[in-house]
């Protein structure tokens, strides 16, 4: 772990923990970061989406676990000893949350100050930059930088599928009744 | 010094608000013809703490009105006035509004009643009404010379710099104006000039005095007159109705040099900058406390004293046990007698750990005449509107229970109430004729039973009118027109959605909510109620309640892997449905017969998208639930076992899911969901047509 001295905090950087999903770096803000856990099984929430994996019992808080290469769409890993979930707290709507997220594994703390963030290129229509705040380089690894917030502030929303489904499922019946 | 006084405007609040409450039960109390002088003086003292703290925090509005109360309060207090019946109706009108106005203040939203100018034009007509001071009414100008009962004066005193030099005192003056009454001086806010301009020897003073005395103006100008030139001074009979600029000692407001007598209204009254209320006048009202009822739902909870000591001395024992297990911990080996011990010190951790538990929640729990305690006023109210006579009794108001459910049951009690007192009791004349006692009762009763709190609400009417009930009943086709219901099914009608038996929409029936809205209520509660009616002797509605929302007895349920809780309230039996009772409507809903009813089935696997392994009726299990009275089937794969669950919030977290209440930790750590019998109904569509009907 990089080393924090006092100057680093007096010039207002901002230190990351990384951690690694499918070879890629990403960073979290450390102050949003309450701890890092292996995994656990999860009770499964019905209706979730599918990147909701359920919810674990920590120290009496129930706390929702959501699977981050799932969320992004990249091909799941068989959970295991090695699995990390790392606990976040996010602010959404003004209160603030705590959430898990699984990832690989944890990497590094580092700090990077913010002239050093640079824009992520904007690919079209297929990538969502608002959950990226941008890249950096550390150590001639480009790291990616989350907007936990907002990730993970879409990331309770049933899925549009979910949705329809139950409000379909919601009609289908109503129109069954009244006929 | 600049105090931020609004860190303590919610303490206030809450004084000011039961304070209103002491007001309003005491009012109650009284007996009009001969006032218990020990009544009126309690009464007094809350409108007094409200009004001196208003003005403290600068709450004009409120302190104007409540000065116009004290006022008639205290002329009753002072015997000067003969205490009326319209009085208690001012009175009492007057709590409702100076409700009003806290509600206002506490949202920060601007106070517009107009029942305030209205109420407060009947005060001032009644205090100007008093035979003795007729006079001074008739005469309002300059010649209040003639006036011979005590008035009220403002007098602003801006000494002039030279005034000490010139061999005046100031408090010369002020010794003199208190030798003709009672006299509070206030310090207004002065400007210093800079030091280097500072005379130490010029006077930079501004008093704000308040007299009371029956001194005419012209004895009250002559203490001034010396200083006259020099000083600036004005008197004010202030004003009462729009008295908002006069009131407050307004630090912004220059002092008016005239003699402000022309607009000076008729009335009696004046205003009193008033110093704030007395600390011990504040504690006589605290200690009130108990008889107060909480308005709306404040986030605070005032705690006795007591309740913190126990969890103090809770706490120094589990510090105690703690050193006890750490000494344990550190010798060097562990031998039979150390092993003694350590269980010794670990059974008394977990009583002492228990007791804890205990204690925590006994603070949230609040006796519950905090609801009990509207209910005099309300049957006051309704009982005379209605012209009945009405007794009520309270019982068992020290029972406690838990602040979220006392919340939560006052609106459903209420409607009993109003029930009990609009279609329950009839009218004096009625009840002479069949031989009861003039005067009906109404009785409140709460108890514990179990891990229960019971309430009754119980009156001595007509009970319920069976014919009428079934009539309309059949009216609405919610039964058959040859079907004979046995006397209970009866009164299980009144449950029902949408159904009335009031013959005209009045005041007070048919505003929309019905019983089965009580009953939503309650059961949202995970509680239960119970009706019991005899024709012409009375009824009796039973609610059962769990002590707190935080526990609740479950019944745990496997659905494949997945494990959840079903509140023991909302269950009617469990069982398994042989394949001949089991129906299939066309559209392929199914339906099981049970006894002579038909119930829809809910196939929980499915609504949850869970796996599941009965994924037919035959093969699993059929939890019969309730659900605003109407049964339904939930399919599950097997009973575990019963137990009392401590409910966790999933919204805190995560978000609300359709048909979750909420989550629970099982004794292995792990978490299961606990059912929304409610929401799963509704999940499934079971109804949803039916609900615009309703």
């Known amino acids: ?179 | 010094m600049d105090i931020d006084l609004s860190q303590f405007s919610q303490v206030f609040f809450e004084e000011s608000i039961e304070g209103l409450a002491i007001m309003e039960s005491e009012l109650l109390k009284l007996d009009v013809a001969t006032p218990d002088p020990e009544t009126i003086n309690t009464i007094f003292r809350a409108a007094h703490s409200i009004k001196g703290g208003s003005a403290t925090f600068g709450f004009t509005q409120v302190a104007n009105y409540t000065h116009l109360l004290e006022t008639l309060l205290d002329e009753i207090r002072d015997g000067r006035r003969q205490m009326q019946p319209e009085h208690v109706d001012i009175l009492l009108l007057s709590v409702d509004l100076l409700r009003g106005m806290f509600e206002a203040l506490m949202s920060q939203a601007e106070f517009n009643d107009p029942k305030l100018p209205e109420l407060e034009l009947r005060l001032n007509h009644t205090l100007a009404n008093q035979p003795t001071q007729a006079q001074s009414a008739s005469t309002p100008s300059a010649s209040t010379a003639t006036q011979s009962t005590a008035s009220c004066w403002q007098i602003d005193f801006k000494a002039g710099a030279d005034i000490m030099r010139c061999g005046n005192d100031p408090m010369l003056m002020f010794a003199e104006l208190a030798s003709k009454g009672p006299l509070t001086a206030e310090l207004l806010p002065v400007s210093f000039p800079v030091w280097d301009d500072f005379d130490p020897e010029a006077c930079y003073l501004h008093w704000r005095l308040a007299l009371i005395t029956d001194e005419p103006l012209a004895k009250l100008k002559e203490v001034f007159e010396w200083v006259e030139d020099e000083c600036e001074i004005s008197y004010n009979q202030a004003e009462a109705a729009p008295a908002a600029e006069l009131a407050i000692p307004e630090q912004a407001q220059p002092p008016q040099p005239e003699v402000d007598m022309a607009v000076s209204a008729p009335e009696v009254i004046a205003l009193v900058p008033e110093v704030p209320a007395s600390p011990s006048d504040k504690a006589v009202a605290s200690q009130k406390q108990s008889a107060a009822a909480k308005s709306g739902e404040s986030s605070s909870i005032r705690v006795s004293t007591e309740k913190i000591d126990m969890l103090i001395n809770m706490v120094g024992e589990l510090v105690i046990t703690q050193a006890m297990l750490g000494q344990i911990g550190q010798q060097d080996e562990i031998n039979q007698e150390s092993l003694l011990l350590l269980q010794q010190g670990l059974e008394q951790l977990a009583s002492h750990t228990r007791d804890l538990q205990e204690s925590v929640m006994q603070i949230r729990m609040l006796p519950i005449s905090f609801a009990f305690n509207r209910f005099p006023r309300l049957v006051r109210d309704i009982g005379q509107q209605l012209g009945k006579k009405v007794e009520l009794i309270l019982k068992g108001e020290d029972t406690e229970l838990d602040k979220t459910v006392l919340e939560k049951i006052v609106d459903p009690m209420v409607h009993l109430v109003r029930n009990s007192l609009d279609h329950g009791l009839e009218s004096p004349e009625v009840r002479l004729a069949q031989g009861k006692p003039e005067t009906g009762t109404i009785m409140l009763n709460a108890y514990h039973q179990g891990g229960c709190i019971i309430i009754e609400i119980a009156d001595d009417g007509a009970g319920l009118n069976t014919g009428k009930i079934l009539q309309k009943a059949r009216q609405k086709g919610l039964v058959g027109p040859d079907e004979e219901l046995s006397e209970d099914a009866i009164h299980q009608l009144i449950f029902k959605p949408g159904f009335s038996t009031a013959d005209a929409v009045s005041d007070l029936s048919g505003r929309g909510v019905g019983m089965d809205v009580v009953k939503r209520n309650i059961h949202e509660l995970n509680g239960s109620i119970e009706l019991k009616s005899d024709a012409g002797k009375g009824s009796r509605f039973t609610i059962r309640l769990p002590l707190t929302l935080a526990i609740l007895d479950g019944q745990l349920v496997r659905i494949g892997k997945h494990i959840y809780v079903v509140p023991l309230v909302s269950i009617y039996e469990s069982l398994q449905v042989p394949t001949n009772r089991i129906n299939r409507l066309s559209d392929g809903h199914e339906l099981i017969r049970l006894r002579d009813e038909y119930l829809p089935v809910i196939k929980m696997y499915r609504e949850f998208n869970h796996d599941a392994d009965a994924r037919e009726i035959k093969d699993g299990l059929v939890m019969v639930v309730d659900h605003n009275n109407e049964k339904t089937g939930l399919l599950v794969d097997e009973l575990l076992a019963q137990q009392q669950v401590v409910i966790k919030s999933l919204e805190e977290n995560y978000t609300r899911i359709p048909g979750i209440s909420g989550a629970t930790i099982l004794g292995d750590g792990t978490v299961a969901l606990i059912i929304d019998v409610a929401g799963l109904v509704k999940l499934a569509g079971i109804g949803s047509s039916n609900e615009h009907a309703a």
């Not at chain 1, 701890?35 to 929702?64: C, F, H, M, Q, S």
């Not at chain 1, 992004?72 to 949350?97: C, N, P, S």
């Not at chain 1, 705590?98 to 690919?123: L, Q, T």
């Open chain 1, 1 to 179: 772990m990089a080393d924090i001295s006092i100057e680093q905090v007096k010039q207002g950087n901002q230190q990351y923990l990384s951690f690694i999903m499918a070879n890629e770096e990403y960073g979290v803000d450390i102050l949003s970061v309450q701890e890092i856990r292996g995994w656990e099984p999860t009770t499964v929430l019905p209706n979730a989406p599918d990147y909701v994996k359920g919810v674990i019992n920590l120290r009496g808080t129930i706390v929702p676990i959501i699977d981050l290469r799932q969320k992004f769409g990249i091909k799941t890993l068989e959970y295991g000893a090695t699995t990390v979930v790392i606990v976040v707290k996010v602010t959404m709507d003004e209160t603030q949350k705590v959430i898990g997220i699984v990832v690989d594994a944890v990497s590094d703390v580092f700090s990077i100050e913010e002239e050093e963030i640079r824009r992520a290129p904007d690919f079209g229509h297929g990538t969502d930059l608002r959950f990226i705040k941008g890249l950096a380089n550390v150590q001639d690894k480009m790291v990616i930088l989350l907007e936990i917030n907002r990730l993970l502030g879409s990331a309770i929303l049933p899925d549009p599928e979910t949705l329809n489904r139950i409000i379909g499922n919601l009609e289908q019946q109503s129109q069954v009744m009244t006929a």
